[in-house]
């Protein structure tokens, strides 16, 4: 079974400039949640996606950050204008139904705001 | 605001001995919470879970105590492997709500 599939691996950028992540998630998951995780702190969901519905955003800053997931497939992640504090993984993960304990992490997008 | 925290940033622990990690919350309406595990350049894998109606839930090697009164969970690892170096996150939940995550524990287990 193909795990969830992200891409790319690393993203310089500068600040200001803008930045799109994109994430598979595994074949038959419904819900697809991305994650922010800065250095030395644990994961935080940005977004809960159920299909191609949103569950919950209330952490995702909507000024510079939107996500989509067109089809209930696969899903992009996107900053727009990007700042330094904005430096982190991406991680999305998706499990086959909502409350599943079972996330499925894929390996991340590092991101770095020069 | 931290609801989930992990004191200790870093673990040593010869092979074969137990390992510890500790997982603290503030959040009482959390009533279930999770170990996951990660490798550099990896994401993180799904250790062990337990719900707050049980007290220990064991899977192999890996066991994990919940003491609800003082919101603290751990996670025992008997005997310690080299293989069990990582990264290991505690995370909770409230009514199948998001899940809040520690700041991680990295364990080196020294052969």
């Known amino acids: 079974e193909a795990g969830v599939a992200q891409s790319p691996r690393y993203k310089i950028i500068e600040k200001r400039q803008s930045v799109a992540f994109w994430c598979n998630p595994i074949?038959?998951?419904?819900?697809l949640y991305w994650y922010q995780q800065i250095l030395g702190q644990g994961p935080k969901l940005l977004i809960q996606f159920q299909n191609n519905g949103v569950v919950d955003d209330s952490q995702l800053p909507k000024d510079r950050f939107s996500a989509e997931r067109l089809k209930g497939v696969d899903s992009t992640l996107k900053i727009q204008p990007a700042k330094l504090e904005d430096s982190a993984v991406y991680l999305c993960?998706?499990?086959?139904?909502?409350?599943?304990?079972?996330?499925?992490f894929g390996s991340g997008t590092q991101l770095s705001v020069l | 605001d931290q609801q989930v925290k992990q004191n200790s940033p870093s673990l040593s622990v010869q092979e074969g001995r137990i390992s510890i990690l500790n997982c603290d919350y503030t959040?009482?309406?959390?009533?279930?919470f999770l170990w996951y595990k990660k490798y550099p350049a990896e994401g993180p894998t799904f250790l062990i879970s337990i719900s707050s109606i049980k007290d220990k839930n064991e899977d192999g090697r890996f066991t994990v105590f919940l003491n609800k009164s003082a919101k603290h969970l751990s996670l025992h690892i008997v005997p310690s492997q080299p293989g069990d170096s990582a990264v290991y996150f505690c995370a909770a939940s409230a009514s199948g709500n998001q899940f809040y995550f520690g700041t991680g524990t990295s364990l080196t287990v020294i052969p």
């Open positions: 074949s038959g998951h419904a819900t």
């Open positions: 993960a998706s499990s086959l139904v909502t409350q599943d304990e079972k996330l499925f």
């Open positions: 959040n009482s309406m959390f009533d279930y």
